[in-house]
């Protein structure tokens, strides 16, 4: 338990900044999830749903949500996937 002021607004800034990451990371799985679904079931609209998937990681990058090299494996491995 925090006794310093500035100490309990970290502590509240922390629960929201990781409600904020989790609900983004989640609608990121989500994305990537379904690309992935879609390019395997050989889906119509696997094109797109990859190219949303790309973007919604590419901007969780810019959010600082995830690190860089990360972000690039998970695009590599959905390009990959796709493309064969």
Do not use: P
């Not at 607004?9 to 994305?31: D, P």
């Not at 919604?56 to 990360?70: E, F, N, W």
């Amino acid at each position: 338990m925090a006794n310093i002021k500035s100490a309990e607004k970290q502590n509240r800034k922390m629960i929201k900044n990781r409600a904020r990451n989790r609900a983004a990371m989640g609608s990121l799985r989500t994305a990537v999830k379904a690309a992935r679904t879609a390019v395997d079931g050989k889906a119509a609209n696997a094109a797109e749903l990859v190219k949303n998937a790309v973007s919604i990681i590419d901007s969780a990058v810019t959010k600082g949500i995830l690190k860089r090299q990360t972000a690039s494996r998970y695009v590599s491995r959905l390009a990959h996937r796709a493309a064969h």
